[in-house]
């Protein structure tokens, strides 16, 4: 297994354009602006790929079973986990593509 980090890439981009900053508080998804991984841990990584389960969506540890919550997303990465899951408004082609 290999692990590829485009922390650079994504550094050399900064901050969302200021036209674009509200739109990305507006979905609630600000907090992963400021979440850069430098150093990722190949080992762990490792350790948590071999005990998933895909069949069940949990991880077998030594201590028991544990799976991640919706609760668990938002304690770590500080995302909102209310409203609707997204939106199922059709669009027109040049309607999508505007707001592309």
Do not use: Q
Not at 36 to 45: A, K, R, S
Request: net charge negative; aromatic share 10%; glycine share 6%.
């Amino acid at each position: 297994m290999k692990i590829v980090s485009h922390i650079k890439k994504v550094k050399k981009l900064g901050r969302p354009h200021p036209s674009v900053f509200p739109f990305v508080v507006a979905s609630g998804l600000s907090p992963l602006c400021d979440i850069l991984y430098e150093y990722t841990d190949l080992g762990l990584v490792l350790g948590f790929v071999e005990r998933w389960h895909p069949e069940t969506n949990t991880f077998h540890l030594t201590i028991g079973e544990m799976t991640i919550t919706l609760d668990d997303v938002w304690s770590l990465l500080h995302l909102p986990i209310t409203g609707h899951f997204c939106s199922t408004e059709n669009l027109e082609y040049e309607d999508s593509v505007e707001i592309l």
